[in-house]
């Protein structure tokens, strides 16, 4: 067993742990004072009443009277969970959970976690649309392809409020920033880059459009999926090219020379290496790694396991190498673009996320990178770096401002200078949980064995 192989099973291990003890990563706490039972009738009856009268005159009132103007919601059918497959909607609470997590820690963001057993498209388009009055946007997450490209659609163009897709443009613009950075470094142009994706996925799809938007040369494109290389003669695709349209876009517009083969072939020559696929490892051979150009850019982002090791990357001719995990150096994960890019949607009550907000938060993204220090070990900065998250969400507002999105005239300093101070509020609060004082441990031992202790000594042995 590889060093790799070795780190991540014990990080498999101490996670459940972890999530047995604490019943989960989530809870609702109040965030106005309750200095006694007399700020009830401020709260609830008789004077939430006024609140509630104030919204029925004006429902946008309710963005500035609720928590909706604050919360998201994140919705699953649990169809394609990470690399896990269709595991079901229980199964991925887990995952939506800790959505929600990264979502108040890393952008001051309050989301909701929404599994569903509904799994048609109009099943899910009608779910969503039911509930869009309880928030300020909706976070698509883990719907297969190809229904959530239709998911969507149809409720972006359906509700008032911003809906997105995370494992499309959230991973998309990390992706476009960690691949900034990396060209910079290797000194290679993104128009004169050959440049390979491996699966064609939503996220893989999501990357080819940002690409092409960012200047990357689609002739100089080679997608790979599970059945090998796109292009005009796949009959498997062209025969159900409407319900495959986006991948039938891509292979009308790459490998015009109609190259066949697999990953091998799909990487020989190439400068760049995007991959979101199927967890490995061992889906990319070193011997594919091994027939790039010199100076390879190597992605690997399958999620829980890359489709090959960092180190066999690295072995086989790799110069820069990247993950989806935070175990490795140079994560490409979307937890660097939705938690402030939805901070800064939200605070000027915008009403869609368009690909130039994700183009901004990618730049936004490589611009704090620099300022940290851009190198090969250091593609983009880490995922709890404060200043990345709000010049994330001021970069994305000011975008969707001058595209005429904004409900809210606000600045982008405002906006910059709102989201730090959210999330260190949202820091300090979770500081409370995990003190020095074995306030977490004595929590987690009641809740583990069924009693509800006082909290354990510090220093008492863990």
């Known amino acids: 067993m590889s060093q790799s192989e070795t780190r991540s099973s014990e990080i498999a291990a101490q996670a459940l742990d972890a999530h047995r003890r604490w019943h989960g ?203 090998g290389l796109l292009h005009q003669d796949r009959v498997d695709i062209s025969a159900d090219r409407e319900r495959l349209r986006e991948k039938w876009t891509i292979c009308r517009e790459t490998n015009p020379d109609r190259h066949r083969g697999g990953i091998v072939e799909a990487l020989a020559g190439a400068d760049v290496c995007i991959a979101f696929s199927a967890p490995g490892p061992g889906l990319i051979p070193p011997e594919a790694i091994a027939g790039m150009t010199r100076d390879a850019i190597v992605f690997a982002c399958a999620n829980p396991t890359p489709e090959i090791w960092p180190e066999a990357a690295r072995q086989a001719g790799a110069r820069i190498v990247a993950t989806g995990r935070s175990d490795f150096a140079n994560q490409v994960n979307n937890a660097l673009v939705f938690p402030g890019l939805f901070r800064g949607v939200l605070d000027i009550r915008a009403r869609r996320i368009s690909d130039r907000a994700a183009l901004a938060a990618a730049r936004a993204l490589v611009g704090r990178a620099r300022a940290l220090g851009l190198g090969e070990q250091s593609l983009l900065p880490p995922l709890d770096d404060i200043a990345a998250a709000a010049a994330v969400a001021g970069a994305a507002a000011a975008a969707l401002a001058a595209e005429g999105e904004a409900g809210i005239d606000r600045k982008a300093e405002w906006v910059r200078e709102a989201t730090t101070a959210r999330i260190l509020a949202a820091r300090a609060a979770t500081a409370l949980i995990a003190g020095p004082d074995g306030l977490a441990d004595g929590l987690a031992g009641g809740l583990s064995d069924g009693r509800h202790n006082a909290p354990a000594a510090s220093g008492q042995a863990r």
């Open 25 to 227: 990563k989530m809870q609702t706490l109040p965030k106005c004072p309750v200095r006694g039972i007399e700020d009830f009738a401020l709260w609830y009856t008789p004077g939430v009443a006024a609140a509630a009268r104030a919204v029925a005159e004006d429902p946008a009132q309710s963005f500035a009277l609720t928590d909706r103007g604050d919360r998201v919601a994140i919705v699953s059918d649990g169809s394609r969970v990470l690399g896990l497959g269709d595991i079901g909607p229980e199964a991925a609470l887990p995952v939506m959970e800790g959505k929600a997590l990264l979502f108040k820690y890393l952008g001051g963001v309050d989301a909701t976690a929404l599994c569903i057993d509904r799994h048609g498209i109009d099943e899910i388009v009608d779910f969503v649309q039911a509930i869009g009055p309880s928030f300020g946007g909706v976070n698509l997450e883990d719907i297969a392809t190809p229904k959530c490209f239709r998911v969507l659609e149809r409720l972006q163009a359906a509700l008032p409020i911003p809906v997105w897709h995370d494992d499309q443009q959230g991973t998309a613009a990390a992706a476009l920033a960690g691949l900034l950075g990396a060209l910079e470094i290797v000194g290679k142009a993104m128009a004169e880059s050959r440049i390979t994706l491996i699966g064609a996925g939503a996220a893989n799809v999501s990357v080819y459009r940002l690409l092409k938007a960012a200047g990357a040369d689609p002739a100089k494109m080679r997608v790979c999926d599970s059945a």
